[in-house]
């Protein structure tokens, strides 16, 4: 992407137009947004692992076609859009389930294999609403410690899970890769545990962010599936890299009995939202597009990369679209600035409370963070 004089005064200097030339340009920058200053009416939202580019004009178009069936009841597209997101992920219709956005296959899958001993067993450090479901529904939850550099610890989760077991059923809730530390689990080790079919052991695999994976140790639960295992569901989502987050639209993949119990704890199905589907549909069949959000995203991580490196600051590797940096310091001073620059950053996760996730934006928007960062450090506020 060209930044001319103007815009470059908008990122508050020349310099950081140099920063993001040498981060690199391509032609699959070209549609990018153009990039202004935050403001307090419009902040930059570096909170939330949204996809920057916003929805691809192909999918806008959808939802513009989508809008003059408005009137009817989607029951055809339901039916048509699960066979074309089977085919996408390499299964059977009858192994796809979809859902308003993952977080409702998350209360429906805990839901349906909630029984009346069920313990929920998760790293301590991990996305919220598998516990915050848990404990609406009144079932235990056992926390399992961290390993070294937050790491999650499967040899001690399933260790945790196996004592679980024997008295209780078991939900292993596993984020992989994991929000907000954005590392990956061994992946082969997981998959041998999943494989043993440990005993009174159900996993959810949340997969959210498995499109924006680099290391090619990742293996996808949905493997499993294929191989026929049903102790496992797998979520993913069309709010990540689809950048569909307000249309709400998620998915389980996992074995037709798995499928079938969850069904009985969602809402409906079959009146999925139309534009929604629609648009979905577009994202799925728009390789460019796909392949232009991780190109961008990666740009966008390497900019964050070398400036934490240039000041020091620990951060880990980052397989999503977010970055996990120690401020070795409490967070929310360094939130309370950054607020006051209308640049918004991640919640608190404890137990890291000196650590903050960092959303990935634009490569121009990560180029105007890191400058923001420098300053702080003159300032002496990192």
């Not at 040899?155 to 954005?182: D, G, Q, R, W």
Request: aromatic share 10%; proline share 5%.
């Amino acid at each position: 992407m060209t930044l001319n004089r103007r815009q470059l005064f908008r990122l508050t200097g020349a310099s950081l137009g140099t920063a993001l030339v040498s981060a690199g340009s391509s032609a699959a920058f070209a549609e990018q947004p153009e990039f202004t200053a935050p403001t307090k009416q419009n902040p930059l939202l570096l909170s939330f692992n949204e996809n920057p580019l916003g929805m691809s004009q192909k999918a806008k178009e959808a939802i513009a076609r989508a809008a003059l069936y408005g009137s009817r009841y989607p029951f055809q597209q339901v039916v048509q859009f699960k066979k074309d997101l089977a085919k996408f992920v390499g299964v059977t219709p009858d192994e796809v389930l979809l859902t308003h956005g993952s977080a409702e296959a998350i209360r429906a899958t805990i839901e349906a294999y909630n029984l009346k001993n069920t313990v929920l067993v998760q790293p301590e450090l991990t996305y919220g609403d598998g516990a915050m479901v848990a404990e609406h529904n009144g079932m235990p939850i056992k926390n399992v410690k961290m390993g070294p550099n937050w790491s999650v610890d499967l040899e001690a989760l399933k260790k945790a899970a196996a004592s679980e077991a024997k008295k209780h059923h078991v939900i292993v809730y596993l984020v992989n890769p994991n929000n907000p530390t954005s590392t990956i689990a061994d992946c082969g080790f997981l998959i041998k545990w999943i494989k043993s079919q440990p005993k009174n052991t159900f996993f959810v695999l949340d997969e959210a962010y498995g499109e924006f994976v680099n290391d090619p140790s990742f293996k996808s639960g949905v493997e499993l599936v294929k191989q026929g295992f049903d102790n496992l569901v797998v979520l993913k989502t069309f709010s990540k890299i689809f950048a569909m987050a307000g249309m709400r639209l998620g998915y389980a993949i996992g074995a037709v009995s798995v499928i079938n119990k969850i069904r009985d704890h969602v809402a409906y199905e079959v009146m999925m939202n139309q534009s929604t589907l629609a648009a979905a549909m577009a994202e799925m069949n728009d390789k460019e597009f796909l392949a232009e959000s991780k190109e961008s995203n990666d740009k966008a991580r390497e900019i964050l990369y070398k400036a934490l490196d240039e000041l020091k600051i620990p951060y880990l590797p980052s397989q999503t679209n977010f970055v996990f940096i120690d401020l070795k310091a409490p967070l929310k001073p360094f939130f309370e600035h950054m607020k006051d620059e209308n640049i918004m950053v991640g919640r608190p996760f404890p137990p890291a409370l000196q650590w903050c996730r960092i959303s990935l934006g634009t490569p121009a928007e990560m180029t105007y963070f890191v400058e923001k960062l420098k300053e702080f450090r003159k300032k002496g506020w990192i």
